[in-house]
């Protein structure tokens, strides 16, 4: 039978033609008397393999892109309706900054050198372009960056209802939706190319936009690295508030000293005769010297420390969270004194 007939029973069986194409296409036109079926590809377990890695640190450089596109608007852009020192979430974070620049140190590069690999390996068979798991994690990306176009719409009006100032929401939702729409636009147009086989696939090497993609990645590592400072200035951060940290213990053991003897305690050393909470140390972790302790009343007492830096980020103090201390505990560089009273509950508690 010749395929014109096959096509044209096809047709009456209600075969639509798009069908009848891929239908007549997985058999060669061969002279032979017996139907020869074309090459199916066959996906190995390295190639799925390289796939899923190649699709996953593509979501985690889209999302630490993000992360860090949005610290800068919370760094530059503030909202002023929020007050400083109270925990927000969504507050500019010097830790946040480093966690996505260590994600897309290592996430991008690796998206690179798997779309070279994997490039290589369809430029020698382009069969496997049609491949069942490339086409299924390609849709389920371009599935999941729908949703985030949308949620983005969504975050745009909630914000809006919420009082947000348009620059900020603005800023925020033009982020969301360039990363958004640049996943989806390039896949939707790869595979719009692979379906469409009377396209040149020559013209897809000449599109400038994965270019401005990696561009833009360069220099927003390059901005995150300068505003999240040096990793010198990142282990003066902790070894500051690791000292922050050993101060709030001391002040809890003072107080528990006064609630066993009814007075403070006459130096540190002395927290060691009752059963106070736990205290890391004593001293301080680089110069390996006592805190200094100082009476200067029967309910007043002093706690110093030596800070390597202010504890300031831009010169706005960042919210306390779970690794970081109270807007009382702020300091600055150099020698630091922090005057404390014991509790009026705790002293009326004590009084005979």
Request: glycine fraction near 6%; charged fraction near 25%.
């Amino acid at each position: 039978m010749t395929r014109d007939a096959i096509r044209e029973q096809l047709q009456r069986a209600g075969w639509r033609a798009e069908e009848i194409d891929a239908a007549l296409a997985a058999w060669s036109e061969s002279e032979f008397p017996v139907p020869v079926p074309k090459r199916r590809v066959q996906l190995s377990a390295r190639e799925a393999f390289l796939y899923l890695v190649l699709f996953v640190t593509l979501y985690v450089t889209a999302f630490n892109m993000g992360a860090l596109l949005f610290q800068f608007i919370e760094r530059w852009l503030p909202d002023l309706a929020f007050t400083p020192g109270y925990a927000v979430q969504d507050r500019f974070s010097a830790r946040a900054v480093r966690d996505s620049i260590a994600a897309l140190l290592i996430g991008w590069p690796v998206y690179l050198f798997l779309s070279r690999v994997i490039g290589g390996m369809l430029a020698c068979d382009p069969e496997k372009r049609v491949s069942g798991v490339r086409r299924w994690l390609t849709y389920v990306t371009l599935f999941v960056a729908a949703l985030v176009i949308l949620g983005d719409l969504t975050f745009v009006v909630s914000r809006l209802l919420s009082g947000e100032l348009p620059p900020r929401f603005l800023a925020r939702t033009i982020v969301v939706l360039l990363i958004a729409g640049y996943v989806f636009g390039h896949y939707l147009a790869d595979l719009r190319q692979e379906e469409d086989e009377r396209r040149e696939r020559r013209t897809r090497g000449r599109l400038p936009l994965p270019r401005l993609a990696g561009a833009a990645v360069l220099v927003v590592l390059a901005v995150a690295l300068g505003v999240a400072g040096s990793p010198r200035k990142a282990r003066f951060e902790e070894i500051d508030l690791r000292r922050v940290r050993e101060l709030q213990q001391l002040s809890n053991a003072v107080e528990s000293y006064y609630r066993g003897r009814g007075a403070l305690p006459p130096s540190l050393d002395s927290l060691a005769t009752v059963s106070a909470p736990s205290v890391e140390s004593l001293q301080d972790p680089v110069t390996r010297r006592s805190y200094e302790y100082r009476l200067l009343g029967a309910e007043t007492y002093e706690l110093c420390a030596t800070f390597a830096q202010p504890d300031s980020v831009g010169g706005a103090p960042e919210p306390p969270g779970p690794d970081r201390p109270s807007r009382f505990w702020r300091h600055g560089a150099g020698r630091h004194c922090y005057t404390l009273r014991l509790p009026r509950v705790l002293v009326n508690e004590n009084r005979p």
